[in-house]
């Protein structure tokens, strides 16, 4: 075709191709509430590398006329988009702001749009119902942008958005969707455990000093993602790992990028997935205490500059603690953890009585979430035998109940880096063999962590508070695997106490108040007991209906 066009031919051209891009979006006629809106333009600039020399910025009005600017991002050729998600009904414009400034594609453009809230009739996801998740008032748990609380608990499924065909990851989410899980956290580069990119060995980026992105790839995750609006899972993309270890940590971009190409790949996957319901972990399994934060401060500030309201978080290593490193930063909506793979007593004991139950009062409060406890059938680090799943649901309930409960998330070796079974993840010899990921997506702890969301979301959870005080014994004081915790409500018409391994809770007189039906719930089948306390002077106890774990809960939300 160019044989026949002149170069202002050319200039004519690409001008009707931006008209074509954004004449049939600009006006769409109506879009839900916390739905997406999405528009195209097409750039008139010439360059090589669109992702490191141009930007554009696109300013939303809503109809009380309250400025939102999010980023738009290139899509390859000449093609750049904007998503966002509108939260009022009514009639929106917008109009962008591009670099460079001559750009007459990308610069000056506007549109309007319509928005109307849904259909009472249609039931949709629970974000099309609620909407998107932020953080509640109080602080100490997530909500959805109407007010209704949101319960995280999310698979570690690392490596499934880039390895699994569209099939499988269907299949996945459809499995975890019946399990009772509520989110997926993801990996959304190449990184450690997946060194050559998605399942046709694309990476995300090329490149070190100027990286080059590479748009399929991030094409074929914006099909996950679509996937997981659909199934009603909230989106945990962790956008940079950053582990300096491994056998090629030049392979992790949150490790190895130069701090101004690690701020625009961050920047890029928010712009690309910020009109979905999201919550997003800024780094993956790096060390950033010390010295260290101070590059992530940075990287957060600059990556969380505009209008993000979706949760941010970060996942340190293991038994890392970075609360103070990070607590004056407002791009940071929640403290992630890692509790890790130990299973020996000082593992147990810093989750039960370490950093997370000591810190959680501290201001500013924000709410508290283990992203990576034990993972089933992973070696442990200590005894180097496969976690059981009674070791998985222990760091779990323990997780939710000495902090104020927001969620916890849960892993299941196979299932994070989508193995096969022929032999350890890629880059983790020491974790052991694990199932295929399709028989690992039914172990034990995984198919049990329904009851655990039917439990938590039935009672309120969100009035939760750590209550050690009102146990009158602790066997975890003398054997760290036996540690009962208990959290309740202010009212004490709600109180729940996981215990591990004794079968008997001891309990102050007046944790509880009168009248409140109180049942014992087997964490591995959700069976309820109804539980008679056997009063001793100023002490309830209450023995559980048989060995194992037991979860004791008062609350009139909740009788057998």
């Known amino acids: 075709m160019s044989a026949f066009l002149s170069p202002s031919g050319w200039r004519l051209a690409v001008i009707v191709l931006a008209w074509l891009a954004t004449a049939a979006c600009t006006d769409v006629s109506t879009v839900p509430r916390w739905g997406q809106f999405e528009t195209a333009f097409a750039s008139t600039a010439s360059t090589d590398n669109p992702f490191q020399d141009q930007s554009l910025l696109v300013t939303f009005t809503s109809p009380s006329k309250r400025a939102v600017t999010v980023r738009g991002f290139w ?66 748990y997530l909500e959805h942008a109407d007010g209704t609380p949101f319960f995280w608990l999310a698979d570690t499924g690392w490596n499934a958005a880039l390895k699994a065909t569209p099939d499988e990851w269907q299949h996945y989410l459809d499995t975890r969707r019946e399990q009772g899980f509520t989110a997926i956290q993801w990996v959304a580069t190449q990184w450690r455990a997946a060194p050559t990119g998605d399942r046709q060995d694309l990476p995300a980026f090329s490149g070190h000093d100027r990286i080059v992105i590479e748009p399929v790839f991030f094409q074929r995750l914006d099909a996950r993602v679509r996937a997981l609006d659909r199934a009603g899972l909230l989106n945990v993309p962790v956008l940079l790992w950053a582990i300096g270890s491994g056998s090629d940590p030049a392979i992790n971009p949150g490790y190895a990028l130069p701090e101004d190409q690690a701020i625009k790949l961050a920047q890029y996957m928010v712009a690309r997935w910020q009109g979905h319901s999201s919550a997003w972990l800024l780094a993956g399994d790096g060390d950033y205490r010390g010295q260290r934060a101070d590059r992530w401060t940075r990287i957060g500030r600059a990556v969380f500059d505009h209008d993000t309201p979706a949760p941010v978080g970060m996942h340190p290593g293991g038994m890392q603690w970075v609360l103070d490193e990070f607590a004056d930063e407002a791009w940071l909506g929640f403290n992630g953890y890692q509790s890790g793979h130990g299973d020996d007593d000082r593992a147990l004991r810093w989750l039960t009585s370490g950093p997370p139950a000591r810190d959680w009062a501290k201001a500013p409060i924000r709410p508290f979430i283990n992203l990576e406890p034990p993972y089933e059938h992973h070696r442990a680090y200590q005894s180097r035998e496969p976690i059981p799943a009674q070791a998985v649901r222990r760091a779990i309930y323990w997780s939710l109940l000495d902090t104020p409960t927001a969620g916890v998330s849960y892993g299941g070796h196979g299932v994070w880096g989508w193995d096969d079974g022929s032999g350890p993840p890629v880059d983790h010899p020491d974790t052991g063999t694990p199932l295929p990921w399709r028989e690992a997506l039914e172990m034990p702890a995984a198919t049990e962590m329904g009851h655990l969301v039917d439990v938590f979301t039935a009672i309120g959870f969100e009035r939760l508070r750590p209550a050690p005080d009102l146990l009158v014994e602790q066997p975890g004081t003398d054997r760290a695997s036996a540690f009962i915790s208990v959290s309740a409500s202010a009212e004490r018409d709600l109180l729940v106490a996981y215990t591990p391994e004794v079968p008997t809770v001891r309990l102050r007189a007046d944790a509880i108040a009168a009248g409140t039906p109180v049942t014992w719930i087997n964490p591995r089948t959700g069976e309820r007991t109804a539980a008679t306390a056997l009063v001793e002077k100023n002490v309830m106890r209450f023995t559980a209906p048989g060995d194992e774990d037991w979860l004791l809960v008062a609350s009139a939300q909740l009788a057998p």
Do not use: K
């Open 75 to 140: 899509d390859g050729g000449r093609i750049w988009r904007v998503r966002f998600s509108p939260d009022e009904p009514g009639v929106w414009t917008f109009l962008t702001h591009a670099v460079p400034d001559d750009d007459s594609g990308l610069q000056g453009r506007t549109g309007r749009f319509t928005v109307a809230d849904r259909d009472p009739d249609d039931e949709g996801t629970v974000f099309e119902r609620h909407g998107p998740v932020r953080v509640a008032a109080s602080g100490t």
